[in-house]
C-alpha cells in the first residue's frame, strides 16, 4: 500500500469546497460543513494481562446531525489520527444524505493495533471507551457502528457498558450487533452487497453483462469478502485480491487467471486476514507486489481497504480496459487520482455512495432494536437493494445531466440536503 502521507481531512474539504462553489452555498453554511460540530479526544486507561496500565488514545467526531442523530464506525488503527476521524465523520454526513436515510455523520476512533491485544484487553478498551463518551453519546445523539478492526463482539461489549451506566436497556444505542443480540439479518454483508448493487447498475447503464467482466479487489476484510460473493453470483469473474500480511507487514496480491475460489482463499487465511503464502502457491495462486491489484487487465477495480490507495503517482498504472471503479473503501482516491479518472471517462462509484449499504442497513438494524421486532434476511436486503439502487440513480442522472463527475453530483445531492436541513433548523 502506499505510504506517502495524504491528509484525509483536508482532502474532504476541498472535494466539499468544489462542491460547494457549485451549489453557491452560503459563506456561514460552508464554514458550518468544512467542519465537524463536535469533537470529543480522551485517554482510555487499560489494565493489561501483564498487570501494567496502558493509556490509548480515543476520539469520537460528530460533523453534523441536522438530519438526525450522528452515525458513524469507531475505527481501532494503529496509524490512527484525528485528521482521518474528521474526514470520516464528514463522510458519513454525505453517505446517510446520499441514501437519503435520517441520520448524521459521526466517526470515532482508538490508537491501537487489535492484533496485539488478548479479548480481554479488547473488551476493556471498548468499556473504556464508553466510560469517556457516555455522555455525550446514546441512541438520541450519536450511535456507533463497527468499521476497521472492530466487529459485532467489540459492539456488544459497548452496548453493555453504556447500558450498565444508563440503567435499562437501550438496543438502539449501537449497531452491528450480533444478530440475535439486536443485531440485524444481512447486516454482515450489507457494505460488500450494497457496493454490488450499484456496481450491477453501473454495468447496466454501460450496457455491459456481469459475466463478461473480471475484476481486481484490494481487502479482504468484511467489505470486499461480501462484495466478491455477490459480484461472482451475478457471474463476474475476480482475478486478483490483494491483503494485508501481518506477518510480513505489508501487502500482497494473489492471483489466478481462472477466478479466485473465494471460500478456498479464506480457508488459508489467519485470525488477522493474512493468507498463507505457501499454501496459496500450492492452490495455484501467484504472489504478486501489494500494488499488484490496480495493474491487472480488469474491466472492474473494487478498492476495498483503506484510504489514499489510487493517488497522482500511480492511477497510471491501471490498465486501459478499466471501465468502472467502485469504492468500497472510504476515501481510497486522491483528488489528483480523481482528475485522470475523468478524463480517461472511467464510470467512477463514489466511496459515500458505493459503501452506503453498511450504514443503510444499520439504519434498518435501529429501526428494528427500536420496535424490538426483527425482519428476514430477504426483507432487509431486499430493502437494501431499493435504497441502493435510487441513489445509485439520482447520482447517475444528476451527473448526465449536469454533465459533472460522479463523486460531484454525489456531493451535490449530499451537501444540499444537509445545507437545507442546517438552514431549516434556523442554524445559517
Ligand atoms: N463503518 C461503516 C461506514 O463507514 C458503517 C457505519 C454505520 O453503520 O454506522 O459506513
Redesign the pocket.
Known amino acids: 500500500m502506499s505510504s506517502k502521507a495524504f491528509n484525509s481531512f483536508q482532502i474532504a474539504q476541498a472535494q466539499f469546497d468544489k462542491v460547494a462553489e457549485y451549489l453557491g452555498l452560503d459563506a456561514a453554511t460552508r464554514e458550518l460543513l468544512r467542519y465537524p460540530l463536535r469533537e470529543y479526544h480522551f485517554a482510555i486507561p487499560v489494565r493489561m494481562d501483564d498487570g501494567s496500565m496502558k493509556i490509548f488514545r480515543g476520539f469520537r467526531v460528530q460533523h453534523n446531525d441536522a438530519r438526525g442523530p450522528g452515525?458513524?464506525?469507531i475505527r481501532f488503527h494503529p496509524q490512527e489520527t484525528i485528521d482521518t476521524v474528521k474526514a470520516l465523520s464528514m463522510w458519513?454526513t454525505w453517505?446517510c444524505a446520499v441514501v437519503d436515510i435520517p441520520l448524521g455523520g459521526a466517526k470515532g476512533g482508538v490508537i491501537c493495533d487489535p492484533h496485539n491485544l488478548s479479548q480481554r484487553e479488547q473488551e476493556q478498551l471498548c468499556r473504556g471507551w464508553i466510560r469517556q463518551v457516555v455522555r455525550n453519546v446514546g441512541p438520541v445523539a450519536d450511535?456507533p457502528?463497527?468499521?476497521v478492526m472492530t466487529n459485532s463482539q467489540h459492539m456488544l461489549w459497548m452496548l453493555d457498558e453504556f447500558e450498565r451506566i444508563m440503567g435499562g436497556r437501550f438496543p438502539g444505542f449501537i449497531?452491528?450487533k450480533p444478530v440475535g443480540m439486536g443485531g440485524s439479518l444481512g447486516r454482515t454483508e450489507a457494505?460488500g452487497y450494497g457496493v454490488v448493487f450499484t456496481l450491477r447498475e453501473a454495468m447496466k447503464e454501460l450496457g455491459i453483462k456481469a459475466e463478461n467482466t473480471e475484476a481486481s479487489v484490494q481487502g479482504l476484510g468484511n467489505v470486499s469478502r461480501y462484495a466478491i460473493e455477490l459480484y461472482q453470483q451475478l457471474g463476474g469473474k475476480v482475478i486478483a485480491v490483494s491483503c494485508w500480511d501481518q506477518t510480513d507487514q505489508c501487502s500482497y496480491t494473489y492471483r489466478k487467471m481462472k477466478g479466485i475460489d473465494l471460500q478456498q482463499l479464506l480457508s488459508i487465511t489467519d485470525r488477522f486476514g493474512g493468507i498463507n503464502k505457501a499454501k496459496a502457491q500450492e492452490l495455484g495462486y501467484e504472489v504478486l507486489p501489494g500494488d499488484a491489484w490496480m495493474e491487472q487487465e480488469v474491466d472492474i477495480l473494487i478498492p476495498a481497504a483503506i484510504e489514499n490507495q489510487l493517488t497522482g503517482d500511480n492511477i497510471g498504472k491501471i490498465s486501459q480496459r478499466v471501465k468502472i471503479i467502485a469504492e468500497g473503501a472510504?476515501g481510497p482516491t486522491t483528488p489528483e487520482a480523481d482528475v485522470k479518472i475523468r478524463e480517461r471517462g472511467i464510470l467512477l462509484i463514489p466511496d459515500f455512495l458505493a459503501?452506503?449499504g453498511?450504514?443503510t442497513c444499520?439504519y434498518f438494524e435501529q429501526v428494528q432494536s427500536n420496535m424490538n421486532y426483527f425482519w428476514s434476511k430477504e426483507e432487509v436486503l431486499g430493502k437494501l437493494d431499493m435504497k441502493m439502487t435510487a441513489a445509485y440513480y439520482a447520482v447517475s442522472e444528476l451527473a448526465r445531466r449536469e454533465k459533472l463527475y460522479m463523486r460531484d453530483a454525489a456531493y451535490a445531492i449530499a451537501i444540499g440536503r444537509v445545507a437545507q436541513a442546517c438552514h431549516d433548523r434556523g442554524w445559517v
Do not use: E, Q, R, Y
Open positions: 452515525k458513524g464506525g458519513m453517505k450511535v457502528a463497527p468499521d449497531t452491528g457494505t472510504n459503501n452506503a453498511g450504514v444499520s
